[in-house]
């Protein structure tokens, strides 16, 4: 049973940061993307940051390139999303999602790929 929790979200004034944790059960993280999106009223859902299951790979939204990155924990099936420099165009709801189609070494935006998904978490941050 493969399920994926976001935490992290909150409230933040303009040039802070965040870390948002995913934490992956039922299978290991190793082995899977991940992916973080954020949603905000009337818009489509937006890729930030995606991540391959293998080291080094990541593709990124033009907006969030030098201020977002993900890390990992395999051992504990943790991914964080590392947020710097936030803006007030960052709020949003953000999810973590994972696919279990996507290759070791490929790194994907397209929110298609990714079958499970967070429960979401709020960020807001004040001008």
């Known amino acids: 049973q493969l399920q994926l929790s976001d935490s992290g979200g909150g409230l933040v004034q303009s040039g802070g940061s965040l870390r948002l944790s995913c934490k992956l059960s039922?299978?290991?993280?190793?082995?899977?993307?991940i992916g973080w999106f954020r949603q905000t009223p009337g818009k489509d859902r937006e890729a930030v940051i995606c991540?391959?299951?293998?080291?080094?790979?990541?593709a990124y939204a033009d907006s969030v390139k030098g201020r977002f990155t993900i890390s990992r924990d395999n051992a504990n099936n943790m991914a964080y999303l590392q947020m710097n420099d936030l803006k007030p165009e960052d709020t949003g709801v953000y999810f973590c999602?994972?696919?279990?189609?996507?290759?070791?070494?490929?790194?994907?935006?397209?929110?298609?790929?990714?079958?499970?998904w967070g429960q979401g978490t709020q960020v807001t941050v004040s001008s």
């Open positions: 039922g299978v290991p993280l190793a082995y899977y993307a």
């Open positions: 991540s391959s299951a293998e080291d080094g790979r990541m």
């Open positions: 999602a994972t696919g279990s189609g996507i290759g070791l070494t490929v790194v994907t935006l397209d929110p298609i790929d990714y079958g499970f």
